[in-house]
Each structure stands twice: as C-alpha cells, then as structure tokens.
C-alpha cells in the first residue's frame, strides 16, 4: 500500500512539472484526486486491488490534465472570437438608432461566446454575430435609396437601353414592365450601386413575365426586401425570353416568403420554359 501511495504521488508530481502552466486550482484538483486513490488504497485487501488501483489512479490523473488542456485551448479560442467580434466593423459609425441595435447584437452575440462549453459553439456563435451585424447594418437607409414610393424615369443610352442610377429609377422600371402593355421587353443597365432601402419590392416581371436583358455590369443592388410575396419572390419574377441575358448583378436584401409563393430567388425567382423557334 505504502509503495502505491507513494507510485501515485510520484505521478502526480511528474505531471506537474511536466505542465507548468497548471493553476493553483487544478494543482488541488490533483491532490483531490491522488487522496481519492488513496483512501481506496488503504482499505485495499490484496495487493493486486492496489496494483489496479495506482493504475486507474494514474488514469484519472491523465484524464484531469486532457480535460485541463482542453479547456485552455477552448479558453484561447473564445479569447480570440471575443476580440475578433469586439474588433467586427466596430469602425463604422451611424446614428445612436443603428448604434444601438449593432451594440446589442455584438453583445447578444459575446454572451453566446462566453457562455459556449465547446469550440465548435464559440466558432459558430462568432459567425452568428457577424450575421447578425451585417444583418443591422444592410437596414440602415444609405443616401439615394429609394423611398418606396418615388417612380423617375431613367435616361436612355443611344440603343434604347434605359441608364439606372438610382432606386427610384429601378422602382419606374419594374413598374413599366409590370403595368405597361408592350413595356415587358425594355431593357436596362445599372450605372452604379443602387439601394432599394429595404421598402417592399415587387418583383420585374410579377404579374407577366419580363422578357427584356439586363446588364448589372458588376455593380449592386442592396436592400431588397420582400415581405407580401405572390407566387413569386426576387428582384426579378418571371424571366421568358429568346437568347434573354440577366448578367453582371449581385443582389443582397430580405425576402419573406409565405405559403403562397411557389419560386424564391434572390436576383429570379423563375426562369419560365420558352419553345425553340421552328
């Protein structure tokens, strides 16, 4: 028994000094180990009984450092997502309105973090909070977004390709292709970013299908919200067209798509099947 206890002692110690960064905490929860083993040692009726227990003490010693590895190495991730969601576009300044539901995100999401018992829940709350961020901030009226309500005509370039500049301007187009006889195959092109400024949208091409081209030439149009959808849901409805081209456009926004719509997509929702010519 003697020989155990002090096998085992032995073995706590080389432990020790094997990991130097242990805390004073994790040092006693050791000892408290070892004096476990101990106790079960002393009451040990053959020496084989204490054979087995020195080894599953040495055992439980080994697991208690796993799990004290463990923990630091989730200690260091949580500690680099806190900063890293601290740091997240915590330059961008507006009014106290936006500030404050960005604060509260960042902070809801933090708690998450520090909370977090594992680090597949740290990592996945800090992509969590960074949605979220970027959800608030894609809400925030940019200057020139459209108001919801304004319809301005747009130029016209030289090919009778209409120039939009502006939300108002992409609001007239959708309106002409959707409510005007004839107007379904005009064709446009955007001039710069654009933002719809997250008023409800109704899609080019909802009720009849848009059977023009349309050329983003690489540029984006935020804030694209949905929230009464019919049948269909996107910056475009229906698209039917012989040799058609929708290019060039990325498109970021919200759509709330219910029981009635059928098609969902962010820049079309349908792409309807047109019959080769004969």
Known sequence: IDNGIMSLSDYRDRLVDQHPDLTDGQKQNLDSVVSDYIKKMNVAETPEAVRLLVRDGR???DARIAGFEADKRLEEIRENAIQELTAYRADESYDSLWMNKI???RKKALEVIEQA??????????E???NNIDAVIDQIPE????DGKTLT????NERGIYQITSGSELAWFANQVNTVEDADGISGELCNDISLGFKNWRPIGNAKAYTGDFD???????GLFIEWADVYAGLFGQLRGKNQVIQNLSVSGT??????????GGVAACLLYTSPSP
């Open 216 to 222: 983003g030439r690489g540029y984006q149009i935020r």
């Open 128 to 130: 969590e909070g960074k």
């Open 103 to 105: 604060n509260a995100a």
């Open 153 to 156: 005509e747009p130029a016209v």
């Open 143 to 146: 200057a020139g977004a459209w």
């Open 255 to 264: 759509i709330q798509a219910g029981a009635r719509v059928d098609f969902v």
């Open 117 to 126: 018992k594992t680090a597949a829940e740290v990592t996945n709350g800090l």
């Open 59 to 61: 055992d439980a010693l």
